[in-house]
């Protein structure tokens, strides 16, 4: 049952899918309960779903930027348009925000270089990486839903809870 309680009272299950799901738009893949990852599932393509939609809203802006000498001068912006920041918004106030993590043979000026001007990676990543991919598939494939899947990976020893693996497709 995709809506269960999952044994848990409110506040609780909702931290847990809100982590589950933050975990699987960072990483791709997630292996946890078969009752979790249904839970998981549900909300992970109500997410990704609302980023396609409008992952495409952008309005160019013209603004005036003076240079450290007092100069004037007209530089063009693109915003993000009212559907895609309303989008934006109700992601944010959902997911955990995930920080990107330093690679072990990574220099310090490289990643800082690598995410100067990022604020919130895992946004980033669903608009400018999931929702072109999952769009781009819909007009293949002529269908919208569908990206994630639950493979089924038996019981689990101790407690013998149904295990399983939820990943992006």
Known sequence: MANSKLGRPTKERLAIIRNQVSS??????????????K?????????????INSYEDTVKVV???????GVESKQEFINDGPKKLNARRKIMSFLYDLQEQKGEKESKAAFRAKTEDVNHPLIEKIFNVYAPRYAERAKE?????????IIKLGARRGDNAEMARIELV
């Open 39 to 51: 839970s998981t599932r549900s909300m992970a393509e109500k997410i990704l779903t609302l980023a």
């Open 63 to 69: 603004k005036s930027v003076k240079n450290e000498r």
């Open 24 to 37: 699987l738009l960072w990483n791709e893949k997630l292996e946890t309960t078969l009752e979790r990852a």
């Open 141 to 149: 494939l002529g269908q919208k839903g569908g990206y994630t899947r």
